[in-house]
């Protein structure tokens, strides 16, 4: 048998199906999100979602919840994450403590388990940060992507409060709440810091 040009576009359409099925096998290092809702509200924490890009080591998680929304933007590569406060109109900038933090792809795993669960599911992991009140002038040594989240709002450092000082600072903490996850509280003295 003898091919022609009329069989030539079968075999490309071959050849483009493979090719088709061969990006969904690559698909998992490419970005993705998870959206992860409170239908209850419960705590005030409204509606999550995780953008998880393992290409640029970094995940950005969006709370929507009226004038208490934040985001908050972990980059892997720098080990330094972000969390910006609407209802405060400032960044908060810290090291990324990995013990505690989830790693990039456990995130993605740990944030599938937990959707649908809420609070019912294991207690999240905490961590507390006392921010310093000098703002931060130069956000380069932040990374790109954080100096590009921060860029024009009052930004602040926070340094990690080691062990269970809570009841020190639970008057004057922004509480982030994280898929249920990990639960950070940002803690000032002063109500125009933060």
């Known amino acids: 048998m003898k091919f022609t040009r009329d069989h030539q576009p079968c075999c490309l359409y071959f050849q483009m199906l493979f090719v ?7 698909a998992p290092g490419l970005p993705y999100n998870i959206n992860v809702s409170d239908d209850n509200n419960m705590d005030g924490s409204g509606q999550q979602s995780v953008s ?26 720098n080990s330094f ?11 908060i900038v810290h090291k990324m403590n990995k ?8 995130l ?7 959707k649908g669960k809420g609070p019912e599911g294991a207690s999240p992991k905490e961590l507390m940060y006392s921010i310093n009140p000098t703002r931060v002038e130069d956000l380069s040594p932040f990374g790109t ?4 989240m921060c860029q024009g709002i009052p930004t602040y450092v926070a340094e990690e ?15 982030a709440n994280i898929l249920y996850i990990l639960r950070m509280s940002f803690c000032g003295t002063s109500e125009e810091m933060y």
Request: hydrophobic share 35%; net charge neutral; aromatic share 10%.
């Open 161 to 175: 409060i080691p062990g269970p000082n809570e009841p020190f600072y639970s008057k004057k903490c922004y509480t």
């Open 81 to 91: 994450a972000a969390t910006r406060l609407f209802a405060k109109k400032s960044c």
């Open 145 to 148: 992507k954080i100096a590009g």
């Open 52 to 77: 998880i890009n393992n290409q640029h080591n970094v995940a950005n998680v969006d709370n929507n919840n009226g004038w208490d929304s934040w985001n908050s933007l972990w980059d892997y590569e």
């Open 20 to 26: 088709g099925l061969l990006g969904l096998l690559i």
């Open 108 to 114: 993605g795993t740990l944030a599938k388990e937990q």
């Open 99 to 106: 013990n505690v933090m989830p790693s990039l792809q456990d």
